[in-house]
């Protein structure tokens, strides 16, 4: 393959520069070197191109993925909070139903007492005024006789 000779040819470039005095670095000519690289990247099999694009392509499924289920989650979250709120608003509702029934009951006792009383009031007078009457309905006869 043509890339193992290129990079055996920057093994060579490397071993075969000339050494810094009194030190183990090396002088190498940059402009051949990155020439090297860049034949090499251009050589590169399909498949090392392939693969770098599937692993990208894997990363930005694996992120959409999550992003997804982080909106589920979100989304189950709100829902939970809508149905909590739901039951709060519907116990409320019940809670209020039951006061208003109870005041309806009271409201109704004290009208129908209230009535019982008044009617119970008329009854006394209309008995009063006719027993007036008797007495001198049997006064008038007395004295008829």
């Known amino acids: 393959m043509e890339i193992y000779s290129l990079l055996e040819s920057l093994e060579d470039l490397i071993e075969n520069s000339k050494k810094v005095p009194f030190s183990d670095k090396t002088m190498i000519d940059s402009e051949e070197v990155l020439d090297l690289v860049k034949e090499i990247r251009l050589k590169m099999p ?3 191109k392939q693969a770098k694009w599937i692993q990208e392509e894997r990363e930005r499924i694996l992120n ?8 589920i989650v979100n989304e189950a979250e709100n829902k939970t909070i809508s149905m909590i709120n739901e039951h709060e608003i519907t116990r409320q509702a019940y809670d209020q139903k039951t006061q208003i029934i ?4 009271d409201s109704s006792r004290q009208i129908t007492n209230g009535a019982k009383a008044y009617a119970d009031n008329i009854l006394a007078d209309l008995q009063e005024t006719l027993e007036n009457q008797l007495r001198e309905i049997q006064n008038n006869r007395k004295e008829l006789k």
Do not use: I, R, T, V
């Open 64 to 71: 959409e993925a999550h992003k997804e289920a982080e909106d």
């Open 46 to 48: 399909d498949e090392l």
């Open 102 to 105: 109870a005041q309806a009951n």
